[in-house]
């Protein structure tokens, strides 16, 4: 169980281009979706938290116009990148939260997404 | 404000040999904490967690972690290290009761395992 999917696995684009990611729990509702970038050899940085039916809450310093979170369903976050230049390229990983109130993240295989 | 420090960036032993991961964390009371590990490429897996009770808590692939309190520690340990244990290990905490069900995440620890 909680398995969380994430799609695409590796992206190539132009520079001035979007990309979508996509965020699925395919096995529980998650009412919180959480969306981080990892540079190399470096932790994990949240950029944002989506909630099921409202806004996305940005971390400070996050674009909130460059970094587009949609969360329509309990099952599906996205994350589209508007306009993606070569500095928005990185690793990005999603968590869906197990509920219960007890903070449980279950992570996606992550997005390499690299902007030419 | 909550913080989370994995004092060592690479750690290397010896396949078969012990290992122990440090964690530190900084918050007012007692966290939820996690270890989260990490392969190449890839998004997190969940070791381990503490919420309250037993001290030692048993994971999956042979980890365990200890929580002691007055040392604000969760370090994870394995009695026998695999080559497959090669991988970032995350350690992570949670504030009990908070809005956002955020974690705050070390910087992690890289394994080498040599043959």
């Known amino acids: 169980g909680a398995v969380v999917s994430q799609h695409p696995s590796w992206v190539i684009c132009k520079s001035g281009t979007s990309v979508k990611i996509e965020c699925r729990s395919l096995?529980?509702?998650?009412?919180?979706m959480f969306w981080y970038r990892q540079f190399p050899k470096q932790s994990l940085m949240l950029m944002a938290t989506?909630?099921?039916?409202?806004?996305?809450?940005?971390e400070q310093g996050v674009e909130k116009d460059k970094f587009l979170i949609n969360h329509a369903s309990l099952t599906l976050s996205t994350l589209t990148v508007t306009s993606a230049h070569p500095e928005d390229s990185s690793f990005y990983i999603c968590?869906?939260?197990?509920?219960?109130?007890?903070?449980?993240?279950?992570f996606g295989a992550g997005t390499r997404l690299s902007v030419l | 404000a909550q913080s989370v420090t994995q004092p060592d960036i690479h750690i290397t032993v010896s396949e078969g040999a012990s290992l122990e991961l440090r964690c530190n964390y900084s918050y007012g009371a007692t966290p939820y904490l996690f270890w989260y590990v990490q392969s190449p490429g890839q998004g997190l897996q969940l070791l381990l967690k503490?919420?309250?009770?037993?001290?030692l808590v048993q994971g999956i692939k042979g980890f365990e972690a200890e929580f002691k309190r007055s040392q604000s520690s969760f370090n994870l340990r394995k009695p026998s290290v695999h080559w497959s244990d090669a991988a970032e290990y995350f350690c992570a905490v949670g504030a009990p009761g908070g809005a956002t069900n955020k974690l705050i995440f070390g910087t992690g620890t890289l394994l080498a395992v040599q043959p």
């Open positions: 968590s869906a939260g197990g509920g219960g109130g007890r903070n449980i993240q279950y």
């Open positions: 989506s909630n099921e039916g409202s806004k996305a809450t940005y």
């Open positions: 503490y919420f309250s009770g037993d001290t």
């Open positions: 096995d529980f509702q998650a009412t919180t």
